[in-house]
């Protein structure tokens, strides 16, 4: 079973910038696409920004430009750099694992991950 952890989430001003963290138990980024979510109170959670286990990368328009996907296999750990922040990024933010990742970005989404983190929290 694999367990993701995120952090980094906190208050920031408009037009600032965060780096969220996405610790994973195992060796997970060379077996499973990894990605990010984010989800408004009554709204769906919705698909951001992924990265395949090849190192392609996949963005929605709502982030493209201003968020950057990355990941460190050494350290098993899934990186977002969120810049130029507006109140419209205010959501919870999860990271996420499974399989044909780029599903995941479309509208309606095509598949679901196979793991989840709890969440971490962006306010701007």
């Known amino acids: 079973h694999v367990q993701l952890v995120e952090s980094g989430g906190g208050l920031v001003q408009a037009g600032g910038s965060l780096t969220l963290s996405c610790a994973a138990s195992q060796s997970v980024y060379t077996r499973f696409c990894m990605g990010w979510f984010r989800q408004v109170p009554g709204k769906e959670r919705e698909g951001i920004a992924v990265i395949d286990v090849d190192g392609t990368r996949t963005y929605a328009d709502s982030v493209k430009g201003r968020f950057t996907i990355s990941r460190d296999n050494v350290n098993n750990t899934l990186y977002l750099q969120v810049n130029n922040l507006t109140p419209e990024d205010t959501a919870m933010y999860y990271c996420?694992?499974?399989?044909?990742?780029?599903?995941?970005?479309?509208?309606?989404?095509?598949?679901?991950?196979?793991?989840w983190g709890q969440g971490t929290q962006v306010t701007v």
């Open positions: 996420a694992a499974g399989t044909f990742c780029t599903g995941w970005i479309r509208s309606p989404p095509i598949g679901r991950p196979l793991y």
